[in-house]
């Protein structure tokens, strides 16, 4: 097969590989962190929580991305971010362990921490879900949060900090790029995609088969 054949093929596998793309549906991150209060230490007002919603179609999660700091120079102990279902507009059971930070990462000032789950997490169409964020005894960890509630999804949700709250400015939500995920297309979309990818590879085949067919003709005696 000629060079130019193999590229061709080469880009139809690529182009069609590209179809499952990451996106975000939830971003607190551009708000700026509120500095009058200051964050908010995680094992003191434990649990702390921003809620996020799905849209129409399944999706799967895989990271979520908090801003977080060191409140003591003294803390030993980890930060916890667990996925957890809703109930009645509050956190409701434990899903997916999504990662830990321990106080030996953290910074003094504050820093985003990008935690990647190691098997994306499959997420209901319409659904909303919680990222709690829970801390050993030990821990001095800070989560950031802003009193403005602006960005990507964050509209009508919630956080939770000894009560639970709507997006509307006051005191929250906390920080948090959450949920780079992954689009997962339906079965259906799945066959027709590769039965359309498999046609245009047999057609580009073909076709390279033909040109290389004539030259091989001119070249032989």
Do not use: H
């Amino acid at each position: 097969m000629s060079k130019q054949c193999f590229a061709l093929l080469a880009g139809v596998v690529v182009y069609y590989t590209a179809q499952a793309q990451t996106t975000i549906i939830y971003n607190s991150l551009t708000n700026t962190p509120d500095e009058i209060f200051g964050p908010t230490g995680i094992y003191a007002n434990e649990p702390l929580a921003d809620s996020f919603s799905t849209g129409a179609g399944p999706i799967e999660l895989t990271d979520v991305k908090v801003l977080l700091k060191d409140g003591s120079a003294a803390g030993t102990g980890k930060s916890y971010v667990t996925l957890y279902s809703d109930k009645s507009t509050s956190p409701g059971t434990p899903l997916a362990s999504i990662g830990m930070v321990n106080d030996g990462q953290l910074a003094s000032i504050n820093t985003i921490y990008d935690l990647t789950l190691p098997t994306p997490y499959g997420l209901a169409a319409d659904t909303r879900y919680w990222i709690v964020l829970t801390a050993d005894s030990t821990s001095r960890a800070q989560w950031a949060y802003s009193s403005a509630y602006s960005g990507t999804g964050v509209a009508g949700e919630y956080f939770e900090i000894g009560g639970i709250y709507a997006n509307t400015g006051n005191g929250g939500p906390f920080n948090m790029e959450a949920l780079s995920i992954q689009s997962v297309p339906e079965p259906s979309t799945v066959a027709l995609t590769g039965l359309g990818g498999l046609a245009l590879l047999l057609r580009k085949y073909q076709r390279c088969f033909s040109i290389n067919q004539r030259n091989i003709r001119r070249i032989l005696p």
